[in-house]
Antibody, heavy 127, light 108 residues
Framework: QITLKESGPTLVKPTQTLTLTCTFS??????????VGWIRQPPGKALEWLAL???????RYSPSLKTRLTITKDTSKNQVVLAMTNLDPLDTGTYYC???????????????????WGQGTLVTVSS | DIQMTQSPSSVSASVGDRVTITCRAS??????LNWYQQKPGEAPKVLIY???NLQSGVPSRFSGSGSGSDFTLTISSLQPEDSATYYC??????????FGQGTKLEIK
């Protein structure tokens, strides 16, 4: 059974750096094809994909937030860390980490989706 | 960036109704399209992956279709527990994902 859980500060001041940790179990980030992503959701608004890290340490970032994000992994601790710099009140929201599921289907095509997700952690940016 | 646009933004329907939600991608994405359901206070859960494949454990009243840039999520006979917000998500660009703005489904 795969589980993920986010942890980090609940309140951050503007201009500070936010560091969130995703601790997971039930899979290894050293296994070929595995990935962990971060997604956020402002209160009452839509989901926004932020970043993804692969088993081979390859990384992907949302183009609109790329300059502010850093994603890393610690395979010995089964953790993925997301750092976001220069926080603004607009960054307030629930931050989720999720396991990237990968499946090879007909024609040898790989498809991916996020499953399961962590419970999320609410981060408020305010002075 | 690939932009995902859902319609309608909200819909109200009665138990037993057939409900359809559409999702359009700003470019062709083949069948790299997933659907999620999110209930208030909960994390999203995948319903459909690769456009039309039902996730294990998801009721068969949910179905997905489409390819290219236009996709639909259909609930064949709406149940009270289907009240939620539904999101589409593309996975066409390797590792670069994006979500639609969501469709809030209310039960009359």
């Amino acid at each position: 059974q795969i589980t993920l859980k986010e942890s980090g500060p609940t309140l951050v001041k503007p201009t500070q750096t936010l560091t969130l940790t995703c601790t997971f179990s039930g899979f290894s980030l050293t296994t070929n094809g595995v990935g962990v992503g971060w997604i956020r959701q402002p209160p009452g608004k839509a989901l926004e994909w932020l970043a993804l890290i692969y088993w081979d340490d390859d990384k992907r970032y949302s183009p609109s937030l790329k300059t502010r994000l850093t994603i890393t992994k610690d395979t010995s601790k089964n953790q993925v860390v997301l750092a976001m710099t220069n926080l603004d009140p607009l960054d307030t929201g629930t931050y989720y980490c999720a396991h990237r599921q990968l499946q090879r289907m007909r024609g040898g095509v790989n498809y991916s989706w996020f499953d399961p997700w962590g419970q999320g952690t609410l981060v408020t940016v305010s002075s | 960036d690939i932009q995902m646009t859902q319609s309608p933004s909200s819909v109200s329907a009665s138990v037993g109704d057939r409900v359809t939600i559409t999702c359009r991608a700003s470019q062709k994405i083949s069948r790299y399209l997933n659907w999620y359901q999110q209930k208030p206070g909960e994390a999203p859960k995948v319903l459909i992956y690769a456009a039309s494949n039902l996730q294990s454990g998801v009721p068969s009243r949910f179905s997905g279709s489409g390819s290219g840039s236009d996709f639909t999520l259909t609930i064949s006979s709406l149940q009270p527990e289907d009240s939620a917000t539904y999101y589409c998500q593309q996975s066409f660009n390797s590792g670069m994902y994006s979500f639609g703005q969501g469709t809030k489904l209310e039960i009359k």
